[in-house]
């Protein structure tokens, strides 16, 4: 263990949470989620989806985008399991995933509004 200047070290807590510590493959996967969700076209995306389920020329329309521009972010937020479609005759709708993504999302705005009061 290395040498750190701390006046006071509780070696029973760093030795517990050591041994609960999760596996660095695991924290790279959490933070690439929030990497996701840390460009703003994504999160204004990812609003619209709690909000509504939308197609990519709705949510083009609303955006201000081409559907091109959404389509891309679309997937980048598909392959990170954010997102989910669905087929309505020739129209693809994108939800959330689940649950958990609103959960999330809806808990991380909460936290950036309670802190601007």
Known sequence: ME???CEVLDEEI???VRK???DDDTIFDVS???KILGDSTRAKMMWALDKSDMCVCDLAALLGMTKSAISHQLR???DAKLVKF???G???IYSLVDEHVKDI???ALEHVLEKEN
């Open 14 to 16: 760093v030795e517990n």
């Open 76 to 78: 980048t937020l598909r």
């Open 3 to 5: 040498d750190f200047e």
């Open 20 to 22: 609960q510590m999760i």
């Open 32 to 34: 690439d989620f929030f």
């Open 105 to 107: 999302f809806e808990k």
């Open 90 to 92: 020739k129209m693809v």
């Open 86 to 88: 669905r087929k309505e």
